[in-house]
Structure formats: C-alpha cells, structure tokens
C-alpha cells in the first residue's frame, strides 16, 4: 500500500513537471511568460478541474514550497548589494509604503462600503476589509522574480521590483497582525492588546533577521574555503535549509531569513556569493515546474457565490488601483528614473503564497464566515492576478528597455548563430590575385585570416598571414605567386544558422582559429575567427552593461 | 635545401612537343611514373587549371608549372628542356621559354613548396647555369647539369 501510494506521488511528479515543462514551452511560442503555464496546467491537474493532484499531496508538498520560496528569497537577498541600498534605500522605503499602505487602505475601504450591501453585521464587514486590505499589501516574490529571470532583465526597474516584492510580504504580516488584533477587539473576543501585537512584529522580523544573519555569516565562512562547486552548492542548500526550518520551528517569518542569508553573504564575501548565486540559480528552473504547478493545482474556485464575486472584484480594484497609484506616487516622490515611475505599476499584481497562507492563517483564527469568505476571495482572486501579473510584468519589462539586457558571456552564445557573431564584411581574396594585391588587402584590415574563392565566389581556401609570412621571407616569387598556390585547404566550414555553440565545438575539436561561413552553394557569407568572437561578445555585453546603466 | 635531393634522374627529358600543351603533357606523364600519385586527371586538370589562372612563364626562359595536391607527401619535380622555346607559353619578359619545371607538392606542404620554388627561381636566374642546362644533349647530362650546380 504504501509502494503503491509512494508510486503514485512520483508519477504525479514525474506526470507535473513534463506537462508543465511542455506548456511552458509552448507558451513561450506566444511570448507568455513560462509561470503562467505552470499554473494553468496546475489548475487543470488540481481539485477544481481533474482533480489528479489532490488536497493530500499538496499537503504532503507543503515543506518543498516553502524550500523553494526559501531559495528565492536568498536569490532576491542576492541583488540587493550595499550599494543598491546606498542608492535605492530610500526610493524602496517610500515606493513599499506607498504601494503598500495605499492597497491596504482602498482594499479595506471598498470592500466596507460593498459588505454594508449584503451583510448587515458591521463588525464582520470590517473585519473583512481590514483583514483582507492586510492580505493585498503582499506581492509574490516567486512569480514575479520568475518573469524577471526569464527575460534576464535588469535596470532600475528590475532592481526597484527585487527590492519591493522582498520587503512587501513583510508589510503585508505585519498590517495582518495589526487587523487581525483590530478584529479581535471588534468581534468582541479581544485577547490581544497594541503593545502585544508590536511585541509580536518585532519577534517576527527581527528574529528572522537574526537567523538569516547567522546563517549568512557561516555560509559565509565555509564558502570562503572551498572551490569545488559540488562543495559550495550542498554547503548553501544545506545552509538554507537549515535557516527555513529554525525560521518556522521558531515561528519567524521564512522568506525574510532565507532574504537576509542572501543580503548577507552579497555584501560580506561579495565575488565568492557570485558562484554561490550562479549555482543555486541553475536549480531554480526544475523547482519552479512543481512549485508553480502545485501551486495552481492548490486553486479551488468551487465555493463561489455571488456577493463573494462581487467582493471578489472589488478587492481585485483595490489592490490593482491602490497597488498602481501606490508604486507610481511612490517612485515620484522619491525621484525614481521615469521608466520605474511609468512602469513599476504594471509589476506589482502578482500574490501568491503569502496570500494563501494569510487567508488559511484567517480561517483558522476567524472560523466561519469570515475565514471561509477571505479563503475564498484570495483564492479566486490569486487565480486571476496570477494569470495577469506575469504577463504584465512582461509587458512593463520590455516597455522598459530592460529585458535582455542581464545576459553572461555563455547566454550570447547559447542564443547566437553563426551569421550573428560572423565579420560579414570580410574582404575576399579572389584565387588569381598576385601577392602584391595580398598585400594590399592585408594592409587594409586587422584579419589574420582570408578566404580564397573563384570567380563565383566559391570557396576555395583560406590564406593566412603566416603563409604571407613564408613567401615575403623568399625573394623572387612576388611576380608570379598567386592566391590560389599560397592557400590552404579549409578543414571545416559552416553555414550561417548554425548556433554557436556548435560552432564553438567545431573550432576546438579541429584546434581551429578559423570558420567559413558559407551558403548551400558554397559562397562565402562571412567568416569567424576566434579572437573575434570574443571580441565581438565583449562588444555586446559592453552594450548592454552601457544601455542598464543609461536607464538610471 | 640543394636542387639535387629533389631531382630524380628518370623524371629529366628533352622535350619533343612543341607547343605548350603537349610539353605539360609530355611533363605531366613523366611525373605521373612517381608512384606517389595515383590520379593522372587530376594533375592534369590541377596544372591546366593553374595556367588558365596565369601562365607560369616567369621570365629569362624558365616555365615553373607548380600545384599542391592532396594525398602527396613529398616534392615531386619534373624537368624538361626545349632548345627552340616553347611555343604558345606565356611569360612576363616575352623571352620563349626553354627550361620548364614542374613541380607537384602536398597540400600541407606549404613552406617546403615556397621555399622549393624560391630555390628554382634563384638557381636559373644564373645566366651561366641556364646556358649550360639548355645545351644539354641528353637526359643523363641534363641530371649531371643539374645536381652540378649547387
């Protein structure tokens, strides 16, 4: 029984993360962002739709989504680098209460004004607006990084968006501390006073401060020793994982520790955390598939009435509005670069898990009414924004200038071709040119290599300074030597669409400094040469260092 | 390097064709007996292709039709030799040639094919050497010639 049950939770995975993996593929057909994918094809696996991924699995999975929230945390803790502090400090601070304060107070306002509709218990309808006004201050990290990742974006709209989404959800626990005291006091069971409820927020942020803290510094300290990348990797998952579980064994908040750890070890061994970054950031792709897909599958939109769709709506105007007027006043009284006060609006629809956790969190201190109407309104309401927001998100990136712009070396040539990289303006060296002509062309420009064709264009060989080297050291062959007697025979070729990588396995399994890039009938198109190539890659991250850097 | 480790006596002759063609034949047939090469066309095609590109007439009588090729190892040199000049070869001073050099080379055998045909032209620009060579009666003095004058 239990083999069969353990069967059957490894295909459910093995079953979630190739569907998931497929959509995403063929959502990116469209240009919609991957998350979207994972969480539709979620929805449809999960109870609302097939019901294959049911409630006791998602349970079972809960501790992998807070690993994975934990490792995104650390990965925004990552960017935020003391000197994104020195300059953003401030424009952080005024965007995420502005942003944050403001969906709150509309959020808590129109669902008040439109309970007094259909309730008439005035201390439940308050109740309602104050908790889930709380609940709209958060943004989701995972979804909203998730975007930003994929279209490698950077600027200061990316690092404002890092910066916000890390710090709203700690907004958002302690308004929710705040209501949640506040609903207490006006449903008559007051256990809870002002001076409890700020004991309560400083033990939440400042122990897992602490503990993030602490964690960083030994990650720190063993990192510094070891250069084997298996050893820095298990280190820090190690690490990591460690911090989540002291963070929830003593009721701190998980993605705050997990954010800290990653500030910390930014800042303390600033060019070691690079690698531990880059190799935690190479697992996030498999995590995401479950972690997104579990978490569509975990939407249940069954228990839907009417004043519920209503208030639905309106919470979803109020956090939209007061979310975008928020971000937007925010970024304006802080100065911020224009495209962030333009377009930081559009990036903060995403909620997720802090939500759902809230609303559970709801229903287990409020149960009846208000638990079960909170659950319900975030979950239909995460359904809808999670399908916007990344797509948003996109949107505003791209608006922007930004996407694309944060790429290494390795993505160039992963996404590049031949006749991208190629020196297309190579000069050629016709096969009845006389040394002289040679010469001239040599002269002329800084290539160490030269094709030869024929007439057609053909490709016939490749001179090279070397062989121009030999026949200027013999005197006496200057009059009758042409291109075609100094060439040599070329080893291997390539045509223009084949992607660089490729391309890269060809020069080092030849030992060659040299590429023709031809066409299917053989005429010359361009040529590589290796010292190019990573010259011409240089060029462009150069470009795209500048064009980051011109936004802000 | 010496003009006599790459002369081989059974690859020297006086010419009987008259005009080009049949003298880079008649070359062409003699090189073909080295048993490095196995494809006949092929150097032919290789050589006529070469002087369609421009004539190997490089002046003071001496034609050097040269190719690389692949699958050769080593230098294979033909020598022939016309008292009354060559008829239809191209050369840059317009003097008939009378001394042609053929010389077939490896595909990778750059530097011994440039310093080869260095060698060549530095050796028969001599007025001294050249006269001798051209009055040669026969094959075998002809070779006495050429691996004499070093």
């Known amino acids: 029984m239990v083999n069969e049950s353990r069967l059957n939770i490894l295909m459910l995975i093995g079953l979630t ?89 509309l959020v808590t306002l129109l669902v008040v004004l439109l309970g007094n509709l259909f309730f008439e218990n005035t201390a439940f309808v308050w109740a309602l607006g104050l908790l889930l006004g709380a609940i709209a201050a958060a943004t989701a990290p995972a979804a909203t990084t998730d975007v930003l990742w994929e279209y490698k974006t950077r600027g200061p709209l990316t690092t404002t968006i890092l910066g916000i989404v890390g710090l709203d959800d700690g907004l958002s626990l302690l308004l929710f501390a705040a ?57 820090s998952l190690g690490i990591i994982v460690l911090i989540l579980g002291i963070s929830k064994l003593l009721k701190c908040d998980t993605l705050l520790s997990a954010m800290t750890a990653g500030v910390f070890i930014t800042n303390y061994i600033p060019r070691k955390s690079r690698e531990v970054f880059e190799l935690i950031n190479e697992l996030t792709p498999s995590l995401y598939v479950l972690f997104f897909t579990f978490f569509g599958a975990q939407i249940n939109l069954t228990n839907l009435t009417f004043p519920i769709m209503l208030l639905s709506f309106v919470y979803l105007i109020g956090r939209t509005t007061g979310k975008g007027l928020g971000a937007n006043l925010g970024a ?16 903060l629809f ?95 420009t800084d290539n160490l290599y030269y094709p030869v ?50 391309v ?32 011409k890659i240089s060029t462009r991250l150069i470009e795209l260092q500048k064009q980051a850097e011109s936004l802000g | 390097m010496k003009l006599k480790d790459y002369i081989d006596e059974k690859l020297i002759c006086l010419l009987k064709g008259k005009n080009k063609e049949k003298v880079l034949l008649e070359l062409i047939n003699l090189i073909c007996q080295n048993k490095e090469i196995g494809n006949r066309q092929e150097i032919k095609e290789a050589i006529f292709y070469r002087e369609k590109l421009m004539s190997t007439g490089i002046g003071l009588g001496i034609g050097v039709p040269h190719i ?60 001294e050497v050249r006269e001798k060579i051209i009055k040669a009666k026969n094959e075998k003095e002809l070779y006495e010639i050429l691996i004499s004058s070093e």
Not at chain 1, 217 to 228: C, E, G, P, Q, T
Request: glycine share 10%; proline share 3%.
């Open chain 1, 17 to 105: 993360v190739l569907l998931g993996t497929a959509g995403a593929r063929l959502f990116k057909k469209f240009r919609v962002p991957q998350v979207m994918a994972f969480i539709l094809i979620g929805f449809f696996l999960g109870d609302s739709a097939l019901g294959i991924i049911n409630k006791e699995l998602l349970f079972s999975f809960s501790s992998f989504n807070i690993f994975v929230l934990g490792i995104i945390g650390f990965l925004i803790g990552g960017e935020l680098k003391k000197e994104i502090f020195e300059k953003y400090g401030k424009q952080f601070v005024n965007i995420l209460l502005a942003e944050g304060l403001l969906a709150f107070v």
């Open chain 1, 179 to 235: 209501a949640s005291s506040v609903t207490f006091g006006i449903m008559g069971r007051g256990e809870t006073g002002i001076s409890q409820i700020f004991l309560r927020i400083i033990y939440d942020s400042g122990g897992s401060v602490v503990i993030g803290a602490i964690g960083g510094l030994f990650l720190s300290l063993i990192v510094r020793k070891i250069s084997d990348k298996y050893g820095i990797i298990t280190f």
């Open chain 1, 332 to 347: 304006r009284i802080s100065k911020a670069p224009k495209t962030v006060q333009k377009y930081l609006p559009w990036c």
């Open chain 1, 350 to 444: 995403s909620q997720a898990s802090t939500a759902i956790g809230l609303s559970i969190l709801s229903l287990q201190r409020f149960p009846g009414e208000i638990g079960n109407s909170i659950v319900v309104i975030i979950t239909t309401t995460t359904f809808i924004v999670q399908i916007i927001g990344p797509l948003a998100i996109r949107i505003a990136i791209t608006g922007a200038g930004e996407a694309g712009l944060n790429i290494t070396e390795e993505d160039i040539i992963r996404e590049s071709k031949a006749k991208d990289i190629m020196d297309a303006t190579i000069p050629l060296i016709f096969e009845n040119m006389s040394l002289t002509e040679i010469l001239k062309i040599f002269g002329q």
């Open chain 1, 453 to 502: 064709v024929n007439e057609n264009k053909k490709l016939l060989g490749v001179i090279t300074v070397d062989h121009i080297k030999n026949s200027l050291m013999t005197s006496g062959l200057d009059t009758f030597l042409l291109a075609y007697d100094l060439m040599e025979p070329v080893i291997a070729k390539t045509s223009p669409d084949l992607p660089m990588i490729e």
């Open chain 1, 504 to 535: 890269q396995e060809i020069l080092n399994r030849y030992n060659l400094e040299y590429l023709p890039v031809i066409s299917a009938e053989n005429k010359v198109l361009g040529f590589l040469e290796k010292r190019q190539i990573s010259r």
């Open chain 2, 68 to 127: 690389r090729i692949k699958g050769i190892k080593e230098l294979i040199v033909a020598v022939g030799i016309k008292k009354e000049g060559v008829a239809g070869y191209e050369t840059i001073d317009n003097i008939p040639v009378k001394i042609v050099v053929m010389i077939v080379a490896g595909e990778k055998e750059h530097k011994l094919y440039i310093k080869f045909l260095s060698l060549v032209v530095s050796k028969f620009k001599d007025n």
